[in-house]
């Protein structure tokens, strides 16, 4: 099977788009013809992604304390090049100009992250005003575009003075961010209706505590992190009780690193085999779903973990699992890649390796597997029955300047509308992805791998702080500005510009 387009052909019989929009890739004859219906609801999030320390800079502006972030990204050898986010986008100083760009763009909603140390600059204890000032600065500029916030409180910049203390492997790890919650909640409520309590738990604790590729770089014996994983998800359902007592009535979510298999073809034997890995749990690495999901969710470790990890599962009260099951309002999957699975001849689920050629992006992880976007949201719902959320998606490609002055990034918009269209797929089927947001609004940090990756549809020219919008950009406005219908006409991409 070839990576894009070599779907069932039950897909044009039950018209399903991402069936019907692979044929039109194929032949368009093929797809004048097929007609599906094109639009998204009315009610679809459309919307753009950053996080604080990817974007902001400003590192020490204002009575700022020092995140996990700070002194990571300093030490030799750390990340790509050496760079930091010292200054990044600048977004701190030029958030009006960003809100400006959105408005253009026409998202309804951005999802941003608050820095921890801006407000809380040891962790817990003194406020700084001055942190909380700049939020409100940002979210009153939202509101008045007519943008939503979607605030996540906790994308990886875990302050500096609590990791001295312990950070996650201190079972108080989980009150300070209750502490952290309520403070930004009371201060920011009014201003924001839906709150993202963490960011891929997966990475911040697998390369952060277990690999040391992120801050704060450490790897923990197997058992240390465990340990740490355990301590954020009590935080993660803290956080949500603070938020219910504070802002009763706001939407609650919880973002992950979602790791998705999917079936090699549609066959119900691969369906099912794909249906039954995604949910795996049987490897010393954090790069699983379960493990993060049933605690809090369905109040239980899954049993699979619980028998590869045996003899090294963390002490713990059987009140903790009770506690983490805090009920909450939609899943946040960020969703780059998938990998192929079938029914072996075993019976039992195994990987197929990629074949030789495969479409990828910039970043090593990144098959380019937009099929994902249906089978992640598919499975996930299956099994936790929540609304979702494309929380992330997108890809980094080698972005320049051409000679025309702009910035050409036809892989980007070609994998964004096969995404676009496998999510349409889901809501067809009833699947509840309730909104979309494109990661990212611009170039960003992008932590170990510094300034090298650009995943933004915004380019930033680093040195000036130029904001030049990319050729997606515009794609994306005029996707947002039809609501989804221009995604049933194969793109015609810009490659003609240098013609005369
Ligand atoms: C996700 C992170 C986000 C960004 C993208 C490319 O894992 O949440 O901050 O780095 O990857």
């Known amino acids: 099977m070839s990576n894009f387009i070599d779907l069932d052909r039950r897909d044009l019989l039950t018209g399903s788009a991402a069936g019907l929009a692979a044929l039109a890739f194929r032949s368009n004859t093929a797809f004048a013809s097929a ?287 009770d506690e983490m099951k805090q009920p909450i309002d939609f899943l946040g999957l960020n969703i780059y890649t998938g990998g192929r699975w079938q029914q072996g001849s075993n019976g039992q689920p195994e990987m197929l390796p990629e074949p030789p050629g495969y479409p990828r992006s910039g970043v090593d992880w990144q098959p380019l597997r937009p099929e994902a976007l249906y089978w992640g949201p598919r499975f996930h719902y299956e099994r936790y029955k929540l609304p979702i959320f494309i929380t992330e998606n997108g890809l980094s490609t080698r972005d320049q300047v051409f000679l025309d002055g702009k910035v050409h990034d036809p892989q980007r918009i070609d994998y964004m509308h096969r995404v676009l269209l496998n999510i349409k797929r889901c809501i067809n089927e009833g699947i509840p992805v309730k909104g979309y947001y494109a990661w990212s609004l611009m170039d960003n940090f992008e932590w170990a791998d510094g300034y090298k990756q650009r995943f933004g549809l915004i380019y930033v020219d680093y040195p000036t702080g130029k904001r030049i919008p990319k050729d997606s950009f515009d794609w994306y406005r005029q996707v947002i500005a039809s609501k989804g219908k221009i995604l049933s006409r194969p793109t015609k991409m810009p490659v003609n510009h240098l013609v005369p």
């Open 35 to 321: 007609k599906p219906d094109p639009s998204f609801p009315k009610d679809f999030v459309w919307g753009s992604a950053t996080a604080a320390y990817q974007v902001e800079g400003a590192f020490d502006a204002d009575g700022k304390g020092p995140s996990v972030w700070d002194v990571f990204s300093k030490k030799r050898g750390a990340i790509f090049d050496g760079n930091t986010g010292n200054v990044a986008c600048d977004h701190y100083h030029r958030y009006a100009e960003d809100i400006a760009l959105m408005k253009r763009l026409g998202v309804n909603s951005y999802r941003f992250s608050v820095a921890w140390t801006r407000i809380l600059p040891n962790g817990i204890g003194t406020v700084n005003e001055k942190g909380l000032d700049f939020y409100k600065r940002l979210l009153d500029g939202l509101l008045a575009a007519g943008i939503a916030p979607a605030c996540t409180l906790f994308h990886w910049d875990y302050p500096q003075a609590l990791f001295e203390k312990g950070g996650w492997q201190n079972r108080d790890s989980a009150n300070w961010f209750a502490e952290y919650t309520q403070v930004v909640a009371k201060a920011l409520g009014d201003r924001i209706k839906v709150w993202i309590t963490q960011n891929e738990p997966q990475v911040y604790l697998g390369l952060g505590h277990l690999d040391g590729a992120h801050a704060p770089g450490l790897k923990l014996k197997f058992g240390d992190y465990l340990t740490c994983v355990h301590n954020s998800l009590r935080a993660h359902a803290k956080s949500v009780q603070a938020l219910r007592a504070t802002q009763p009535g706001s939407q609650v979510g919880y973002v992950m690193a979602s790791q998705i298999r999917l079936p090699a073809t549609e066959t119900q034997a691969d369906i099912d085999a794909a249906g039954k890995a995604i949910f795996f749990v049987r490897d010393r690495n954090s790069w699983n779903n379960a493990w993060f999901l049933d605690p809090v969710l369905l109040g239980r470790y899954p049993e699979d973990g619980l028998k590869a990890y045996h003899g090294d599962m963390p002490k713990f009260p059987a009140s903790d699992l």
